[in-house]
């Protein structure tokens, strides 16, 4: 497995927690805190999917999602969500994980959205 993943959080110590479960897992992760550095991520790197944390406003998450969909249609997108995230954020996502389900649920999705990808024969240069 040699997918690269841009994680786009506020840089926190959840974020480098979930950076090392990703790591570990045997992803390439990319850290991104905020939609400038993400935009400039994914136009320098041939990022596979992206994983948006919850630790921003429901608005900035749309707006980030919306942004990225827009510069790489085919990139998946694993949102982190709350129960109480408006349903325009969940529709820009591919795939979206509870905060209460653990890291395993995050890396069922990406398993999931990678997955996909691949049988599509998709190409995110």
């Known amino acids: 497995m040699n997918w690269t993943i841009l994680s786009i959080s506020p840089h926190s110590a959840t974020q480098i927690t979930r950076n090392l479960i990703l790591e570990r897992a045997g992803y390439r992760v990319i850290a991104a805190g905020d939609l400038k550095e ?64 653990g890291p395993q649920s995050l890396l069922d999705a990406l398993a999931r959205v990678l997955q996909h990808d691949q049988k599509d024969g998709g190409e995110h240069a």
Request: charged share 30%.
């Open 38 to 101: 993400a935009v400039q991520r994914v136009k320098q790197t041939n990022v596979d999917a992206v994983v948006l944390a919850d630790s921003m406003s429901a608005e900035y998450r749309e707006q980030l999602g919306t942004t990225l969909k827009q510069l790489k249609p085919a990139v998946p997108i694993v949102m982190l969500c709350k129960m109480s995230d408006p349903r325009s954020l969940r529709q820009v996502a591919d795939e979206q994980v509870e905060l209460d389900e």
